[in-house]
């Protein structure tokens, strides 16, 4: 955070502007311009060749109709077909919808909520401080996928913890029930996701210049005040950053409800409707590419705005 | 990293009394690790339970005995060495060539000024966060049409090959760590490698035995994160590799779970010999883990 901070002050030049290095780039020897350019050159091709062309590839695909076994010569394209035959035909798209939806506004209630309260309470002298950070942090290490395969040992009607801490007569099927599958899923994902905005805010919160406590506590303000006027207001960046990574992880989600059920059942997702064109029973790659490129559309959303956040700092420097 | 070190140090101004408050805060705090800890602890206790003793008592009852026997059953059962082997294959490549293609481009835009410098950023930083279904069918397609060698893959191209998946981490991952290093690199006076210029260093001398050494605190952060972000890579593995036998361990746990059938203790065993890599990681490398995810959220 800080160290972030301090970099337009090492950066910003008191006497060169970036222009003259510009012109010192030029200045390079032979051999160092042609090291330069490989060194610039060979990942940026990697990144745009496996990235960003496949990312422009569903866009241009979405507009087939192809089984993507054949050559490029079986495709046929059809305009916005695809489009039209997803938001009034295709019976998985609404309610995959819904489920990111909930998702979304799951992970960004209640571990954010979560995360901060945490991360208040644990931004003081407190003993075993370290402790507790470390506990809370770790479900961070684990994937997605295994963290589905734990915590089916804590939903299964037979013999799960849960079902035998409540000890009703007739257990609850927390995963097969399509009524709730979808939050018992959220849950688990949540316990994972609750740790990291911890972290984002804990280091955020280092990064509040204490002498702005300090004066709102002169001026007679009760610790919420202060909490609520002055520092969550001056962690702007922190929360863009944990809205940012919240919708991401919400439009990314697959691995978790995949190892459950092939994400089916109360559990359908964008992303599943995605892959199972690929290795699912759907061999439609048009349709699939579709709902890619709703997903990259809603990803843009908040991409574009954290882009401009992050970046046009860089440009008054 | 160095953030939580430069924070000013509180002078401590009145000893520590125990109010009721802070009973309450820790009490607090406890349970709701107790709580964080639980799913975790309910299967290592499960785990470490016969079959007899938890289909007769249940998984809710004091063990009768505890044993380590799961762990070796699903150890050969799972056939768990062949796909930590194959998880090994595919990391630590990835991982190196990411550091390494990440820490060159962002020492180039970093150390000089070209006019698309910001704009290769941007691509960089905004690829790491595409969701990966983004991407996932015309990659898929795009590894069937590139034909390598036999002696590399198999199929004959780059579909159903580790090289397949070891080159997408290494292109989807570079976006987020060419973001951290480029960063951490403009924090690097800009004399330092000025004068080295001066001095007549080469740009790959200045690269690679002036900067590079400079960032090996966030190399470290980045090396952990990595490592356990690729080896609990589930997606990439589980679309590009079609033969079961060539998968990650990660994305071999769906297949283990048929060879488990219902035995929920075995089960619990295997999950927890797959997670134990990356919670030793956590353990020992903590501070570069979380130091790693700090930097890379602070974007400015």
Known sequence: ?317 | MTATLERPSVPPVKKRVVTPTRVVLHAFLILTCLMTLAPLLWAVYASLRTYDDTSVNGYFSIAKSLTLANFAKAWEVGNLPHFYWNTFLITIPALVITLLLSSMVAFGVSRFSFKFNLLLLMVFTAGNLLPQQVIVTPLWRLYRLIEVPEWISESGSLIDSQIGVILIHIAFQSGFCTFVLSNYMKTIPYELTEAARVDGASVFRQYWQLTLPLCRPVLAALATLEFTWIYNDFLWALVLIQDGDKMPVTSALQNLKGTFFTDNNLIAAGSLLVALPTLVVFFVLQRQFVGGLTLGSTKG
């Open chain 1, 1 to 317: 955070m800080t160290a972030l901070q301090e970099k337009p002050k090492a950066v910003a030049p008191e006497g060169p502007p970036p222009r003259r290095r510009g012109k010192r780039a030029t200045a390079l020897a032979g051999t160092d311009k042609l090291v330069l350019g490989l060194m610039l050159g060979i990942p940026t091709i990697v990144h745009v060749l496996f990235v960003w062309i496949p990312a422009l590839g569903s866009i241009a695909l979405s507009f087939s109709r192809w089984n993507g076994i054949g050559g490029f010569e079986d495709i046929e394209w059809i305009g916005v077909g695809n489009y039209v035959e997803i938001f009034t035909e295709y019976p998985r798209f609404w309610p995959a919808v819904q489920h990111n939806l909930i998702w979304l506004v799951f992970l960004l209630v209640v571990p954010t909520c979560a995360g901060l309260l945490l991360a208040v309470l644990l931004d003081r002298e407190i003993k075993g401080s370290r402790i507790y950070q470390s506990a809370l942090y770790m479900p961070m290490v684990l994937s997605l996928a295994l963290i589905g395969f734990i915590w089916q040992l804590i939903y299964t009607p037979d013999g799960g913890l849960l079902n035998s801490v409540l000890g009703l007569d007739k257990p609850i099927d927390f995963i097969g029930d399509s009524d709730i599958n979808l939050y018992a899923v959220l849950v688990a994902a949540a316990w994972r996701h609750t740790g990291y905005i911890m972290l984002l805010y804990l280091a955020g919160l280092k990064g509040v210049d204490p002498s702005l406590k300090e004066a709102a506590a002169l001026d007679g303000a009760s610790a919420t005040q202060t909490f609520f006027r002055v520092t969550f207001p001056v962690m702007k960046p922190v929360n863009i950053v944990v809205a940012v990574v919240t919708v991401i992880e919400a439009l990314r989600a697959f691995d978790i409800v995949y190892v459950i059920n092939k994400g089916r059942n109360g559990l359908e997702l964008l992303s599943v409707l995605v892959t199972d064109n690929i290795i699912g029973e759907a061999s439609r790659i048009g349709r699939g590419s579709a709902v890619a490129v709703i997903l990259l559309t809603i990803s843009l959303g908040v991409i574009i705005p954290y882009l401009y956040q992050v970046f046009s700092k860089e440009n008054r420097t």
